[in-house]
Protein backbone atom coordinates (compact mmCIF):
# COMPACT_ATOMS: atom_id res chain seq x y z
CA UNK A 1 0.00 0.00 0.00
CA UNK A 2 0.96 3.63 -0.58
CA UNK A 3 2.20 5.62 2.49
CA UNK A 4 2.99 9.79 2.34
CA UNK A 5 5.43 10.87 5.38
CA UNK A 6 6.14 13.97 6.17
CA UNK A 7 8.52 15.25 8.56
CA UNK A 8 9.28 17.20 10.85
CA UNK A 9 5.65 17.45 12.25
CA UNK A 10 6.17 20.73 13.74
CA UNK A 11 9.05 23.32 13.57
CA UNK A 12 9.67 26.83 15.26
CA UNK A 13 12.11 28.78 13.55
CA UNK A 14 13.35 32.17 13.59
CA UNK A 15 13.36 34.81 10.97
CA UNK A 16 16.05 34.61 8.56
CA UNK A 17 16.65 31.17 9.30
CA UNK A 18 16.50 28.31 6.58
CA UNK A 19 14.51 25.83 6.23
CA UNK A 20 14.34 22.33 4.36
CA UNK A 21 11.50 20.29 4.87
CA UNK A 22 11.00 16.48 3.52
CA UNK A 23 8.40 13.92 2.22
CA UNK A 24 8.93 10.77 0.95
CA UNK A 25 6.35 8.70 -1.14
CA UNK A 26 6.31 4.26 -0.22
CA UNK A 27 4.57 2.10 -2.50
CA UNK A 28 4.44 4.04 -6.23
CA UNK A 29 6.70 4.14 -8.65
CA UNK A 30 7.26 7.85 -10.80
CA UNK A 31 4.33 9.77 -8.93
CA UNK A 32 3.60 13.50 -9.25
CA UNK A 33 4.74 15.11 -5.88
CA UNK A 34 3.22 18.56 -4.81
CA UNK A 35 3.73 20.83 -2.11
CA UNK A 36 0.92 23.22 -0.56
CA UNK A 37 0.99 25.81 1.80
CA UNK A 38 -1.96 26.55 3.65
CA UNK A 39 -2.31 29.45 5.89
CA UNK A 40 -4.63 29.56 9.32
CA UNK A 41 -8.21 29.16 8.36
CA UNK A 42 -7.55 29.64 4.40
CA UNK A 43 -7.31 27.11 1.73
CA UNK A 44 -4.89 25.06 -0.21
CA UNK A 45 -1.85 27.02 -1.81
CA UNK A 46 -0.21 25.26 -4.55
CA UNK A 47 3.66 26.24 -4.49
CA UNK A 48 5.52 23.30 -6.39
CA UNK A 49 5.08 20.35 -8.24
CA UNK A 50 7.21 18.28 -10.10
CA UNK A 51 6.68 15.25 -12.75
CA UNK A 52 10.23 13.49 -12.45
CA UNK A 53 13.21 13.83 -10.91
CA UNK A 54 14.54 17.10 -11.03
CA UNK A 55 11.39 18.45 -12.54
CA UNK A 56 10.07 21.26 -10.31
CA UNK A 57 7.46 24.19 -11.44
CA UNK A 58 6.61 26.86 -9.80
CA UNK A 59 2.77 28.02 -9.12
CA UNK A 60 3.76 31.17 -6.81
CA UNK A 61 7.44 33.24 -6.71
CA UNK A 62 8.87 33.88 -3.72
CA UNK A 63 11.66 33.02 -1.54
CA UNK A 64 10.80 29.21 -1.48
CA UNK A 65 12.42 26.45 -3.35
CA UNK A 66 11.72 22.50 -4.19
CA UNK A 67 14.06 20.13 -5.52
CA UNK A 68 13.42 16.41 -5.98
CA UNK A 69 16.86 14.47 -5.73
CA UNK A 70 15.13 10.80 -5.81
CA UNK A 71 12.02 10.03 -7.65
CA UNK A 72 10.00 9.38 -3.98
CA UNK A 73 11.63 12.33 -2.48
CA UNK A 74 10.43 16.35 -2.30
CA UNK A 75 12.00 18.58 -0.35
CA UNK A 76 11.10 22.09 0.21
CA UNK A 77 13.80 24.67 1.14
CA UNK A 78 14.19 28.37 2.12
CA UNK A 79 17.33 30.32 2.59
CA UNK A 80 16.04 32.45 4.45
CA UNK A 81 12.72 32.62 6.32
CA UNK A 82 10.74 35.44 6.54
CA UNK A 83 7.30 35.82 9.11
CA UNK A 84 4.56 35.17 6.12
CA UNK A 85 6.23 31.97 5.49
CA UNK A 86 4.88 30.39 8.99
CA UNK A 87 1.51 27.91 7.62
CA UNK A 88 0.76 24.20 7.61
CA UNK A 89 2.69 22.89 4.35
CA UNK A 90 1.31 19.68 3.17
CA UNK A 91 2.82 17.27 0.44
CA UNK A 92 0.58 15.38 -1.75
CA UNK A 93 0.97 12.78 -4.71
CA UNK A 94 -0.93 11.32 -7.71
CA UNK A 95 0.43 8.18 -8.62
CA UNK A 96 2.29 7.81 -11.81
CA UNK A 97 0.08 6.49 -15.31
CA UNK A 98 -2.89 8.60 -15.64
CA UNK A 99 -4.23 8.24 -12.02
CA UNK A 100 -6.30 10.57 -10.69
CA UNK A 101 -6.78 10.92 -6.83
CA UNK A 102 -3.69 12.95 -4.74
CA UNK A 103 -3.38 12.15 -1.66
CA UNK A 104 -1.63 14.27 1.10
CA UNK A 105 0.36 13.57 3.81
CA UNK A 106 0.34 14.58 7.68
CA UNK A 107 1.52 18.48 7.07
CA UNK A 108 4.20 20.04 8.58
CA UNK A 109 3.08 22.88 10.93
CA UNK A 110 5.70 25.79 10.86
CA UNK A 111 5.79 28.87 12.77
CA UNK A 112 8.46 31.37 12.14
CA UNK A 113 8.89 33.93 14.86
CA UNK B 1 -7.07 34.41 -9.43
CA UNK B 2 -9.31 32.09 -8.14
CA UNK B 3 -9.71 29.22 -10.38
CA UNK B 4 -12.30 27.43 -8.05
CA UNK B 5 -15.00 29.53 -5.88
CA UNK B 6 -16.35 28.27 -3.12
CA UNK B 7 -19.20 28.59 -0.52
CA UNK B 8 -20.10 29.52 1.94
CA UNK B 9 -17.18 30.06 4.13
CA UNK B 10 -19.03 28.48 7.29
CA UNK B 11 -21.76 26.36 7.64
CA UNK B 12 -23.86 25.59 10.50
CA UNK B 13 -26.37 22.67 10.23
CA UNK B 14 -28.23 21.17 13.14
CA UNK B 15 -27.90 16.98 13.23
CA UNK B 16 -29.88 14.93 10.93
CA UNK B 17 -29.77 18.32 8.28
CA UNK B 18 -28.51 18.55 4.85
CA UNK B 19 -24.95 20.39 4.35
CA UNK B 20 -24.66 21.77 1.01
CA UNK B 21 -21.39 23.09 -0.07
CA UNK B 22 -21.15 25.15 -3.22
CA UNK B 23 -18.44 25.54 -6.22
CA UNK B 24 -18.11 27.43 -9.12
CA UNK B 25 -14.91 27.10 -11.99
CA UNK B 26 -14.48 28.60 -15.44
CA UNK B 27 -11.82 26.60 -16.94
CA UNK B 28 -13.48 23.94 -19.70
CA UNK B 29 -10.32 22.14 -19.53
CA UNK B 30 -10.77 20.87 -15.79
CA UNK B 31 -11.33 17.57 -15.62
CA UNK B 32 -11.81 15.88 -12.37
CA UNK B 33 -13.70 17.41 -9.34
CA UNK B 34 -12.69 16.08 -5.83
CA UNK B 35 -13.73 16.98 -2.91
CA UNK B 36 -11.96 16.65 0.67
CA UNK B 37 -11.99 16.69 3.96
CA UNK B 38 -10.03 18.37 6.35
CA UNK B 39 -10.17 17.69 10.48
CA UNK B 40 -7.75 19.98 12.37
CA UNK B 41 -4.20 19.40 12.35
CA UNK B 42 -4.56 16.83 9.93
CA UNK B 43 -3.91 16.62 6.16
CA UNK B 44 -7.00 16.84 3.95
CA UNK B 45 -8.46 13.37 2.83
CA UNK B 46 -10.06 12.75 0.13
CA UNK B 47 -14.15 12.29 0.25
CA UNK B 48 -15.71 11.94 -3.31
CA UNK B 49 -14.89 12.87 -6.57
CA UNK B 50 -16.50 12.96 -9.97
CA UNK B 51 -15.76 13.91 -13.87
CA UNK B 52 -17.78 16.30 -15.81
CA UNK B 53 -19.48 13.13 -18.08
CA UNK B 54 -21.62 11.97 -14.72
CA UNK B 55 -24.30 14.83 -13.23
CA UNK B 56 -24.08 12.87 -9.76
CA UNK B 57 -22.37 10.65 -7.98
CA UNK B 58 -23.70 9.08 -4.35
CA UNK B 59 -21.50 7.45 -1.94
CA UNK B 60 -23.05 6.71 1.34
CA UNK B 61 -24.67 9.91 2.77
CA UNK B 62 -22.64 12.04 0.51
CA UNK B 63 -23.53 12.91 -2.93
CA UNK B 64 -21.70 15.28 -5.77
CA UNK B 65 -24.05 16.88 -8.39
CA UNK B 66 -22.47 18.34 -11.36
CA UNK B 67 -23.66 21.19 -13.76
CA UNK B 68 -21.23 20.96 -16.86
CA UNK B 69 -23.49 23.76 -18.55
CA UNK B 70 -23.36 26.23 -15.47
CA UNK B 71 -19.70 25.15 -14.79
CA UNK B 72 -20.76 24.42 -10.89
CA UNK B 73 -20.47 21.39 -8.77
CA UNK B 74 -21.68 20.73 -5.17
CA UNK B 75 -21.62 18.64 -2.11
CA UNK B 76 -24.59 17.18 -0.08
CA UNK B 77 -24.22 15.57 3.23
CA UNK B 78 -27.33 14.03 3.91
CA UNK B 79 -28.01 13.17 7.80
CA UNK B 80 -25.58 15.30 9.06
CA UNK B 81 -23.94 14.38 12.15
CA UNK B 82 -21.50 15.82 14.47
CA UNK B 83 -18.27 13.69 13.59
CA UNK B 84 -19.26 15.44 10.08
CA UNK B 85 -17.86 18.65 11.52
CA UNK B 86 -14.30 19.60 9.64
CA UNK B 87 -13.29 22.05 6.30
CA UNK B 88 -14.49 20.81 3.08
CA UNK B 89 -12.20 21.77 0.14
CA UNK B 90 -13.79 21.36 -3.74
CA UNK B 91 -11.51 21.20 -6.12
CA UNK B 92 -10.72 21.08 -9.76
CA UNK B 93 -7.79 18.98 -12.05
CA UNK B 94 -6.66 19.93 -15.39
CA UNK B 95 -4.43 18.19 -18.22
CA UNK B 96 -0.59 17.69 -16.08
CA UNK B 97 -2.47 16.60 -12.76
CA UNK B 98 -2.52 19.95 -11.78
CA UNK B 99 -5.09 20.95 -9.11
CA UNK B 100 -6.63 24.22 -7.63
CA UNK B 101 -8.94 24.52 -4.58
CA UNK B 102 -11.42 26.07 -3.31
CA UNK B 103 -11.04 28.44 -0.30
CA UNK B 104 -12.53 25.94 2.17
CA UNK B 105 -15.90 25.61 4.24
CA UNK B 106 -16.06 25.01 7.86
CA UNK B 107 -18.74 22.90 8.67
CA UNK B 108 -20.63 22.59 12.52
CA UNK B 109 -22.87 20.10 12.80
CA UNK B 110 -24.52 21.12 16.30
CA UNK B 111 -26.33 18.02 18.31
Known amino acids: SQTIHQWPATLVQPVGSPLSLECTVE??????LYWYRQAAGRGLQLLFY??????ISSEVPQNLSASRPQDRQFILSSKKLLLSDSGFYLCAWVAGGGADTQYFGPGTRLTVL | QQQVKQSPQSLIVQKGGISIINCAYENTAFDYFPWYQQFPGKGPALLIAIRPDVSEKKEGRFTISFNKSAKQFSLHIMDSQPGDSATYFC??????????FGTGTSLTVIP
Open chain 1, 50 to 55: SVGIGQ
Open chain 1, 27 to 32: GTSNPN
Open chain 2, 91 to 100: AARRAGNQFY
